[in-house]
């Protein structure tokens, strides 16, 4: 498979293109002025003993501005996938949130990676995440940190995404993205910027559809965005932030292996007969405001609330979610040196609460019945404290080491229809400390290598602490444990320009080899009916990203990705599974691209990504096949006096293959593959206007 997925690329190469190349905020071209906000650290990736990328906006430029996967591909380690095409996401980094897809697991939320849009949480204090506010219209860039993330971020094992939204300076202008494609595909955004003296304000709004190409995949998003970044004298930075998202969508359900072969198209009969879909309906207002306390000292302090109401039909029943997410934080940090060298400290706390209300109904032809069968309470508060200390030791070695202390805690109430007294109840609390170690070396300038040795932690999420139906008295499960690991990495990173006629120009990269140990790994029982630990679990794996600018106005970006995650100790009451593969993670990911621009706005790239075959069940008798895709797409921008105007048209899936691009872990029934979406083709019609 790798041999053909080489194969086909080198025969793209031919007639392909580079658009990243050209990214002025790309990773490539100017690391040493990247600040990575996203770790909390502030620093540039080269000081940083972790994996990190970056991904500027003009390197996702030429997708459908859909969903998140399609700004994920270049990055190593992350398995970033459509369920049918639409905004439904599959995504894991380094195996961490496979388990989150199922018959019974939430759709269109991840698990065991923090998300941040502007630094403030779309993860809830119970570790989901979704995406209902993540814009890739409104994305100015996209932080990925691959490492473990839970010294400094607490319930985020498989690490960190932080997506950047609006202008922190610039020019006042106004734009519109018009995209139309296959299967109904539309979505049209509008971003204005304009400077307010010592402030600037930004703005994106947007609206999308998408009627699917399987049966029962529709959905509608309409989507908002806005900052206010104002400078505050000279030391101090405020950033006003406010969002909101109604987003709804169908679920289509899995399919057998019969049904997958025969006719891919079709829905899950039982999803579609009971309407199955979601109707997410979110706010979001937040604050950040950096001060410096003279050239040693800096104070971070973030406050946010996200109201949510959710509305779904789901496993027979119509449920009706009202809930607010509400949280802050702060971070000190202190440097020997204004220029940050020398001994530096940061320390912080955080904290998260979610409450609300959950009143289920019977599903009446898919709409919501008129009987109450249930009415109760779910909250969940997460507390953490952390610390962090660097030294350098000498002018390139730097050590690192650090800790944080999380408390997890659960809240269960459950009322008797009708009245308002409490009749059951129950709270569930998980404490971890985890420490981490690393160490820097910078080699040259721009070259530099490292070791890391970090601890992780993943709690369950909220439907992850139902109890099985065994336990008649009990309705948070006493038997799951927070996940538990440990990291091992060894990394490698750096850039450099050539000088000279060469094929070669200028090269980035990054490498990363790493071991993770596992301990009480949450595995999904009945198709996600219940949740339980597994005893041990390991992961070995090599990451390898790149990015060359060549002769003749191309360039090449690559991202492989080999892993084998095994179970060591690991039995129930269906069999010893020690030594099995654990589901849902594939072997091997490589993603490429080609990419070629002869002069300024005029571009086309071609690309192709390749998924190793992997397992959907502990006892490895489920296959979920590999499969390699092509992609193309090509681009003019002209402009005139004040007026930028760009075309842009892309067909993805071109050789139309028939692909699963997610599977149900460990299915209750036959049903576990989800298609992936056929070939398909878009155009985009772009206008900027600088008054």
Not at 171 to 183: H, L, Q, R
Not at 208 to 223: A, E, I, L, P, V
Not at 372 to 383: V, Y
Request: charged residues 20%; contains cysteine; hydrophobic residues 40%.
């Amino acid at each position: 498979m790798i041999r053909r997925f080489l194969t086909l690329l080198s025969l793209a190469g031919a007639v392909s293109a580079a658009h990243a190349a050209s990214s002025p905020d790309s990773l490539r071209y100017r690391l040493p002025e990247i600040s990575v906000t996203g770790t909390r650290l502030g620093e540039d990736p080269l000081g940083l003993p972790m994996a990190v990328t970056v991904a500027g906006a003009r390197s996702f430029a030429n997708s459908r501005h859909f969903a998140l996967d399609e700004a994920l591909g270049m990055v190593p380690g992350v398995q970033a996938q459509s369920r049918a095409g639409g905004g439904d996401l599959r995504l894991t980094i380094r195996g961490f949130g496979a388990r989150a897809s199922g018959d019974k697991s939430n759709s269109s939320t991840i698990r065991g990676i923090k998300v941040l849009v502007d630094g403030i949480p779309e993860t809830d204090p119970d570790g989901r995440s979704a995406l209902d506010l993540v814009d890739l219209a409104a994305a100015s860039r996209i932080e990925v940190v691959r490492s473990n993330a839970s010294t400094l971020f607490g319930n985020a094992s498989g690490g960190l995404i932080n997506i950047e939204t609006g202008a922190r300076n610039g020019p006042a202008s106004v734009s519109s993205d018009n995209i139309v494609g296959a299967f109904g595909f539309r979505k049209n955004s509008v971003t204005g910027i304009l400077p307010l003296g010592s402030a600037w304000f930004s703005a994106t709004a947007s609206n999308s559809r998408f009627d699917g190409w399987r049966d029962h995949t529709r959905s509608r998003t309409t989507q908002f965005s806005s900052v206010l970044t104002a400078q505050l004298g000279e030391s101090s930075v405020l950033r006003l932030l406010a969002g909101a998202s109604s987003n709804k969508f169908q679920i289509p359900g899995a399919l057998t292996q019969q049904q997958f072969d025969s006719a891919a198209t079709q829905a899950n009969a039982m999803y579609k007969s009971r309407d199955e879909r979601r109707y997410n309906r979110v706010g979001r207002l937040g604050l950040n405001l950096v001060t410096d306390f003279g050239p040693h000292s800096t104070l971070e302090a973030t406050a946010y609330v996200t109201p949510k109401v959710l509305q779904r039909s789901e496993r027979g029943t119509y449920r009706d979610f009202n809930r607010y997410h509400v949280g802050g934080g702060m971070v000190y940090r202190w440097r020997a040196n204004p220029d940050g060298t020398g001994p530096r400290f940061t320390a912080g706390l955080d904290e998260a609460y979610l409450d609300g209300s959950i009143l289920f109904y019977n599903l009446a032809d898919g709409q919501r019945g008129d009987s109450l069968r249930t009415n109760k309470r779910e909250g969940a508060d997460a507390l953490g404290v952390f610390a962090q200390a660097q030294v350098d030791l000498t002018d390139r070695l730097q050590l690192t080491a650090g800790g944080r202390f999380d408390r997890q805690r659960y809240i269960y109430e459950e009322f008797a229809a009708g009245r308002l007294a409490a009749t059951v109840g129950q709270k569930l609390n998980l404490d971890r400390v985890t420490p981490k170690f690393a160490a820097l070396y910078r080699v040259t300038p721009t070259h530099s290598v490292y070791f890391t040795l970090g601890g992780g932690i993943e709690a369950p999420a909220f439907n992850e602490v139902d109890p099985p139906d065994t336990l008649k008295d009990a309705y948070l499960n006493p038997f799951l444990k927070p996940m538990t690991s440990l990291t091992v990495e060894l990394g490698a990173k750096g850039y450099r320009a050539l000088e000279g006629e060469g094929l070669l120009r200028r090269v980035s990269y990054n490498a990363a080899a790493y071991r993770i140990g596992i301990r009480d790994e949450i595995v999904p029982y009945n198709g996600g009916g219940y949740f339980f630990s597994a005893g041990r679990s390991r992961r070995y794996g090599f990451e390898l990203g790149g990015e060359a600018g060549l002769a003749n106005s191309l360039a090449l970006s690559l991202a492989f990705t080999w892993m084998d995650a095994k179970y060591q100790e690991y039995s129930n009451e269906l069999g010893d599974f020690s030594g099995n593969k654990v589901p849902g993670i594939a072997n091997t990911m490589l993603n490429a691209r080609l990419a070629f621009e002869p002069k300024p706005g005029c571009m086309a790239e071609i690309g192709a990504q390749h998924l190793g075959s992997y397992f959907a069940n502990d006892a490895n008798t489920l296959s979920v096949p590999s499969y390699v895709l092509l992609n193309a797409a090509a681009g003019y921008r002209v402009e005139a006096g004040k007026l930028q105007v760009q075309a842009r048209a892309g067909v993805n899936n071109l050789a139309d293959r028939k692909y699963a691009a997610s599977a149900f872990i460990n299915p209750a029934t036959a049903a576990f593959l989800e298609p992936g979406l056929k070939r398909n083709a878009f155009v985009s019609l772009g206008v900027k206007l600088l008054p």
